[in-house]
């Protein structure tokens, strides 16, 4: 069973710095999992940010986010993590970890598995 539990979210200033965690506890056997990290802004739809696979360690990110943000993965504390920096009033959002067995996939329709998510709040 996947269980997915996200912290760290809050209110923080344009320009700051914040890093959210998700605990992630999933099946050991078959094919490793992609890691990801989704936002909702307040009256939109859900966004992808970014995803590591767990299996190359390689990362992927929307275009909005590089260069400013940094996912990372702890497997001996299966711990995901979202790294912010230089953030804006649009990263503004509802932000949950998400697991798929599998490469990454940036739709969200592509995984199955999701926390409740945490609140992050830039305020200019």
Not at 88 to 106: H, N
Request: net charge positive; hydrophobic share 25%; aromatic share 12%.
């Amino acid at each position: 069973q996947v269980q997915l539990s996200e912290s760290g979210g809050g209110p923080v200033q344009a320009g700051g710095s914040q890093r959210l965690s998700c605990v992630a506890s999933y099946p050991l056997d078959g094919e490793p999992p992609s890691l990801a990290w989704f936002r909702q802004p307040p009256g939109k739809e859900r966004e992808w940010v970014g995803c590591i696979y767990t299996g190359t360690g390689n990362t992927y990110y929307t275009t909005s986010v590089k260069g400013r943000f940094t996912v990372s993965h702890d497997g001996a504390k299966n711990t995901l993590f979202l790294q912010m920096n230089s953030l804006k009033p649009e990263d503004t959002g509802r932000y949950y970890c998400a697991a798929r067995k599998g490469a990454c996939f940036y739709d969200v329709a592509r995984f199955p598995h999701w926390g409740q998510g945490t609140q992050v709040t830039v305020s200019s």
